[in-house]
Each structure stands twice: as C-alpha cells, then as structure tokens.
C-alpha cells in the first residue's frame, strides 16, 4: 500500500519521478512584453517520462566514464585533486562549489549515490542566486556528474517537489577531446599524471565502461522511462473526435452559412492564420426579432480567446459579406472547456422549495432508485416520479450553461437518483448511457452538476456518483 511505502525521499507515501524530453514539435503561446501587445511566439512542446524507483536506484553515473582514481571515504567528503586541477578548467568553481555540497548530501554508508535538496537551498550553502544554481546544475549534467530526476506527488494533485539528484561518486578522467583543449602546458602535466596512474593499477578506482558521449549515456536510460505522452496523445485524439462529433450535430443551414463564412476568411487571412484559428471551428445561428445571434465554437480556450480578440470585427464584416447586411451578435464557445458563452433561455423546471420537498419525501426510501433483475440477468434500474423531477429541473438549468451540442451529446439522455445520507447530506447517482459516456461526464461535467445543485437549492452537501446503464431505455 502507498501509505506504507517509503519513498526515495525516505517518507511514507508514493512519489513518481520523471524527466521531461523535447518532442520536436511546438505549440503557439502569447506573451506580453512591458507595455507592448500580446504577441503570439511558438513554445517547444515537452513530453514527461516516468521511472520506477528501482530503475533510479540501481542506475549510477559511476557505470560510465572509464576509469578513475581511487579515493576512500568516511564522514567526510573527498573531492579528488584531478577533479580541482582538470575538471575545473570546464566545470568552474562555482558548479565544483555545487557537486561538492551535493556529494556531502549523499549517504554514502547507506550506499546511497543520491539526493534531494532544494534549488534555495543549494544556493543558500554556496551563496548562489536560484538562476546561477540552475546553469551550473545544467553544466554538471551535461558532462555527467549528476543526472536529475523530477518529482510529483500525486497525493497532492501532482505538485512538484524538489528533484532526486544522481550524484556521480568517482571523477572520471577527461575524455581525449577534453584533454586536447587544455593548454599546452597543462596538458603535458596531465598526460604525465595519467601516465603514472595506469603504471600503478592500486591508484586507479574500479574498471567502469569506456568514456561515453552524455547524452548518449542518457538517452539509453530514457528507454527505461514510461512515457506520459501516449496517454496524451490518446486524450487528445479522443478530445478531437468528440469536437468533430459536436460539430456534426449542427444544422444544415447552419455548416451551409458558416462555410460561406469560412470561404471569404480563407481569402483574407493568410494560409497559416487560416489554418490556425478558422479551419477547425463551426457555428450555429440563431435568429430574433432584432438580430441573428453566431455563436462560434471552438477546438480550445487558446483559439476561443484569439479570435475573440483579434477577429470579431472582421467577422462581422465578413458575415455580412458573406450572407448579407444583417445586425450580427458575436459569442464564442469551446464545448470541450465547457465554457458559458452560449446565452441563456428561461429557466424551466421545479423551483428549489419544491425539489427541497421531493428530497425530504425521499429521504423516507431506503435506496434511491429500484433495482430490479430482468430476463437476461442484468439489473434494471427503475426512476421515480420523483427523481426524474428533481433531475429534469437540473438538466433544464444546466442547459443554459453550456453548449447545446455538448448538452445533447452528454447529459441530455442521463438519469439520475437521489437520497438523503445523514443530515442534509444529498448522494446523487448519475447514469449515463455507456462507460465512454460516464467517464467523460465524471471528468468533465461534476464541477458544473455540482455548481447547477447548490444554485438551485442553495446548499453544497450533495455527493456525486456515477453509473451507466447500458442496453437501457433511460
């Protein structure tokens, strides 16, 4: 069990470890400098790769880099002369300052080649700032003396702790291309040094595997790691093909009138902002007595707020080129941030002293809801009178508050039961159609059932289930 677990931090509880790798590809991200607008520059996308703490344990530095020269050590920390009078020449005083504080950290009776300080304090004990501790980190992980790995702890939402840090135990010699840039003179030291440890085998530490590249060394311990980026990816294809759904459900008349739209954009924008913030989005029209009201949907918040900023009035232009002279209404929405940008309608339904009776009538049932087996075996769920009125004015409120193409894929056809637990503790089961179905509207909808509940009755004891009921007229 995770709670009896002991962590590579040596406490209770579970950890994931993870190092971040560059997939090639970038995502557009705005920016404000000083007083200037919002400009829009494109960020590396970074995929996580998790590890197992036995992978992390059992993987040293120390493998790699040739041989080196013995040191022996006790509660004290050695830092080998080679590392002062070769090493330094690349690494610096200040990141030998650092490898030396996180040697100390390291609990070598323990035989443990790790440790986890943080950044402050790092820069606490050498009297470094947070930015100059990062750079020599970077410095001493490029050339292999320590590796880091990353730290969420899931008991709290994943936030970030500070990172396991690999520290490498034996200074390796210079590779020869390291070599070849020392000057003159100290490289002729150098080589004599050198000579003398391999014509004495008792000054040289434990045979190791012959100098690698880093970053070759590291990309073979990213084949252990787990990547995150196909859950991801799977999140995001399904995301897609529900916004595609969505936006096949829409009228005719409605795809005919904003691809009209979309062809005059298409020859006014150029193909890249095209492509980026018009291609991939639909819109409905609604018409009234006044004025026709669009309401246009997209993929993401990003593109939401981009071409609510800095297109409106063009498409107001465009649409009345495009369809004609008309007094158009603007509102945007992204069905899969469930976003209330879609209007309101009159709210239709029980009022909340009416829905507070129906629960205090229902907390005399013992079960919410009636069970019953059918003739293939399953079990069949039957609704009363009484929860399908509380659950009809739930919907007919709820409707209001996001799109009508998420409305109707997701929660239209639901059904739910409610019972009164102890006080006025309300558990609410809510069934779905299908598992697909519920997992989406678990993860996506119960902080908006939640927030429809305690608007309408004013009270926030209500506890969410979820259920489906497949093969069911609901």
């Not at 980026?276 to 026709?292: G, L, V």
């Not at 009201?293 to 981009?306: A, D, H, M, S």
């Not at 603007?330 to 629960?359: A, H, V, W």
């Not at 739930?394 to 799109?403: A, Y």
Request: with cysteine; charged share 30%; net charge negative.
């Amino acid at each position: 069990m995770d709670g009896q677990h002991t962590n590579l931090k040596n406490r209770k509880g579970k950890l994931l470890y993870y190092r971040e790798y560059k997939t090639g590809n970038s995502t557009p991200v705005r920016q404000k400098k000083g007083t200037l607008e919002n400009h829009l520059h494109f960020k590396p996308v970074v995929e996580k790769k998790y590890f197992d703490e036995s992978t992390i344990k059992k993987w040293t530095l120390d493998t790699y880099g040739g041989p080196s020269p013995q040191v022996v050590e006790g509660n004290f920390t050695i830092l080998h002369n080679y590392l002062l009078d070769y090493w330094g020449m690349f690494l610096g005083a200040e990141a030998i300052a650092i490898y030396a504080y996180l040697r100390r950290r390291c609990n070598m009776k323990e035989n443990r080649d790790y440790c986890w300080p943080s950044i402050e304090d790092i820069g606490l004990r050498v009297k470094k700032s947070r930015n100059t501790v990062v750079k020599y980190l970077e410095i001493l992980e490029t050339y292999g003396f320590i590796y880091r790995f990353y730290v969420e702890d899931p008991s709290r939402n994943n936030a970030k702790e500070s990172p396991i840090i690999k520290v490498r135990m034996l200074v390796p010699f210079l590779p020869q291309e390291l070599v070849e840039q020392l000057e003159p003179e100290t490289k002729e030291k150098h080589d004599a040094e050198i000579s003398r440890y391999f014509e004495n085998p008792l000054l040289l530490g434990k045979e190791t595997e012959e100098s690698l590249v880093y970053h070759e060394v590291y990309e073979m311990l990213e084949e252990k790691a787990v990547s995150s980026i196909l859950k991801t990816e799977r999140k995001r294809k399904k995301e897609a093909a529900i916004f595609e759904f969505e936006k096949a459900s829409i009228s005719e008349k409605d795809r005919t009138q904003w691809a009209s739209l979309l062809s005059v954009a298409e020859k006014k924008v150029s193909k890249p902002s095209f492509d980026t913030w018009f291609k991939n989005t639909y819109a409905t029209f609604n018409e009234f007595d006044s004025h026709i009201k669009v309401t246009i949907y997209c993929p993401n918040q990003f593109t939401l707020e981009w071409l609510k900023e800095r297109y409106s009035n063009l498409i107001i232009d465009w649409l009345n080129e495009s369809i004609g002279e008309m007094d158009f209404h603007l509102s945007f929405n992204c069905p899969l941030e469930n976003n209330n940008n879609s209007g309101t309608k009159d709210d239709k339904g029980l009022n909340p002293k009416e829905i507070q009776e129906l629960l205090e009538e229902k907390s005399e049932e013992s079960k919410p809801g009636t069970s019953k087996s059918s003739e293939d075996g399953q079990q069949r769920v039957e609704f009363s009178d009484k929860d399908k009125n509380i659950w009809n004015s739930v919907l007919n409120f709820g409707m209001n508050k996001i799109s009508k193409p998420s409305f109707d894929t997701w929660l239209k056809n639901t059904s739910a039961t409610f019972k009164e637990v102890g006080g006025n503790s309300v558990e609410v089961t809510i069934f779905t159609r299908d598992d697909f179905a519920q997992e989406w509207v678990e993860e996506r909808y119960s902080t908006n059932i939640l927030e429809w509940l305690n608007e309408i009755l004013g009270r926030k004891d209500f506890t969410l289930h979820f259920s489906c009921l497949q093969n069911e007229d609901m």
